[in-house]
């Protein structure tokens, strides 16, 4: 069964410094999400991508986030510079057509703590 | 934006009877609403997605119910089973594209 996948399972930065979260999303879908969940709250919307463009994003999502689709079959998310509160499960999904269509499939989640 | 309200406190119940989980929204009614299943240190999984001219949806021992008036949906487990204990989390709409999601019931099948 198609599944998303994202690398690594586990990352841990020090304060201050640059991630970048990787997803390989399901090969014939066209919207690609990024969500993150700190631990014991929320699942939160970040961003939504949809050729090659943001569609939306949320207040979280500032200029400190950045999304991009370097090829064909990755979709990453970058943290320029990341803060203590930054530390969470970032989850990436990607679904056939928008959320109100059909459903989205989430990834394993990347484990983020920043230090 | 939408404010969703779950019952925090985990539902226990014995197996093989119907589990009954509640979601409630207080702002706009939306077009539709999803429910997923999440096990601890996992991504969401979806399970339904029902709109708002759908009174009721159903999936194998699955039903999900969307009352509108009440801002209300109800998802049931018939016959439930261990296997069945995990957070189940109920999504709305957000705009075209984004989902808010509940904080989500933790139900716990007693074998």
């Known amino acids: 069964e198609p599944e998303v996948t994202q690398t690594p399972s586990h990352q841990v930065t020090q304060m201050g410094q640059e991630v970048i979260l990787r997803c390989v999303p399901i090969?014939?879908?066209?919207?690609f999400y990024w969500y993150r969940q700190i631990l014991g709250q929320k699942v939160e919307f970040l961003v939504s991508?949809?050729?090659?463009?943001?569609?939306?994003k949320s207040e979280i999502f500032d200029d400190q986030f950045s999304v991009e689709r370097p090829d064909g079959s990755n979709f990453t998310l970058k943290i320029r510079s990341t803060k203590l509160e930054d530390s969470a499960m970032y989850f990436c999904?990607?679904?056939?057509?928008?959320?109100?269509?059909?459903?989205?499939?989430f990834g394993q989640g990347t484990r983020l703590t920043v230090v | 934006s939408q404010k969703i309200e779950q019952n925090s406190e985990a539902l226990n119940i014995q197996e093989g009877k119907t589990a009954t989980l509640t979601c409630n929204y207080t702002n706009y009614s939306p077009a539709y609403l999803q429910w997923y299943r999440q096990d601890p240190g996992r991504g969401p999984v979806f399970l339904l997605l029902?709109?708002?001219?759908?009174k009721e949806k159903r999936k194998e021992r699955l039903k999900v119910t969307f009352d509108t008036t009440l801002k209300q949906s109800l998802f049931h487990i018939t016959a439930s089973q261990p296997a069945d204990s995990a957070t189940y989390l109920c999504?709305?709409?957000?705009?075209?594209?984004?989902?808010?999601f509940g904080s989500g019931t933790r139900l716990q099948v007693q074998p």
């Open positions: 999904a990607s679904s056939e057509r928008g959320h109100e269509n059909t459903e989205a499939f």
């Open positions: 090969s014939n879908h066209l919207y």
């Open positions: 991508f949809y050729n090659n463009e943001i569609s939306e």
């Open positions: 029902i709109r708002e001219n759908e």
């Open positions: 999504a709305l709409e957000e705009g075209r594209r984004a989902l808010t």
